[in-house]
């Protein structure tokens, strides 16, 4: 079968978090998978764009790089604890562009939460420094662009990758973020969502599941109140409504449902939401929550 598994970028700061992905993804690999990685990069490049006077385009790539060989040299040790090749010829990190359009909205309206959460007083400094800032559950954090991802361009070389047998690392913090431009492609002020593009590469090379792992088990209603409810298993219609009405916190769990959605009504293949630190479980969809046609 074949799976993208994506890494949520606040999860995967956890070390522990990584190690435990990364063995259940080598032993889903010696089983005969085909497996791509995908990760987020939000508390990440976020850092960085406060202290670093680049453009959010060259951060991503910067942090695609950083957390891919990351989480590559954890497979690699996993692989040979199972007695697979460790030598880096197994796994492959890919710096991926995504294309964007550049009359997309979300250029005017920034909604992606970057960077650590801040206390009322440091994000009413930043503000004052020009940075976007917006309150969410736990804090205050920094928003920019987002727009819609409308195709991956290393597509071919991935596919060329999963059929030589390789464990693809790819479409780190959701790609670095490209228009389309007379000449060639640019790049644009941006971070896309990594859940979204994920989908969008699922759907792109004909993933037979999706699969997020993030720091909960998966999908709650009422989240964090005392009539809190696991979701185990839901269908796209139903789930769609609970968007509808609000359940879901955007910047967090929104966009996960969201491309949740995305891949299982194009594909009519199930998605998955779970927890990184029960990497087994979920990736052998158990103990999370369940998105079906």
């Known amino acids: 079968m074949r799976y993208v598994i994506a890494l949520g970028g606040n999860a995967i700061g956890d070390k522990g978090a990584i190690e435990t992905a990364s063995r259940a993804i080598a032993r889903l690999y010696k089983d005969g ?4 990685v995908t990760h987020g990069n939000g508390p990440q490049v976020g850092e960085l764009a406060v202290s670093r006077h680049e453009s959010l385009a ?16 954890n497979i690699a040790r996993a692989l ?9 010829s197994i796994s492959e990190v890919v710096i991926t562009k995504t294309i964007v359009d550049r009359k997309d909205g979300a250029f005017r309206d920034p909604t992606k939460p970057i960077g650590r959460f801040y206390a009322r007083r440091e994000a009413a400094l930043l503000s004052r420094r020009g940075f976007a800032m917006k309150k969410l559950v736990n804090g205050y954090r920094r928003v920019v662009p987002s727009p819609e991802p409308r195709g991956i361009v290393q597509r071919s070389m991935i596919q060329e990758l999963l059929r030589s047998k390789r464990l693809v690392i790819a479409c780190g913090g959701g790609g670095i973020p490209v228009t389309r431009e007379r000449g060639g492609l640019a790049f644009a002020e941006a971070v896309i969502d990594k859940d979204k593009a994920s989908a969008l590469l699922a759907k792109e090379i004909s993933a037979d599941r999706f699969i ?6 998966g999908v709650y209603l009422n989240f964090r109140k005392k009539n809190q409810e696991f979701v185990s298993r839901i269908s796209v219609k139903k789930l769609k409504g609970y968007l509808k009405l609000g359940y879901f916190e955007p910047g967090s769990m929104e966009p996960k449902v969201r491309a949740c959605i995305d891949f299982v009504e194009s594909t009519h293949r199930p998605a998955g939401i779970g927890n990184i630190n029960k990497s087994e479980l979920a990736i052998s969809m158990k103990g999370l929550t369940i998105v079906t046609p």
């Open 33 to 36: 998978n085909e497996i791509v």
């Open 58 to 73: 060259i951060l991503t790539a910067q942090t695609q790089a950083w957390i891919g060989v990351i989480i590559d040299e």
């Open 80 to 88: 040979k604890r199972l007695n697979l090749d460790g030598d880096y």
């Open 212 to 217: 997020i792992l993030t720091n909960v088990d």
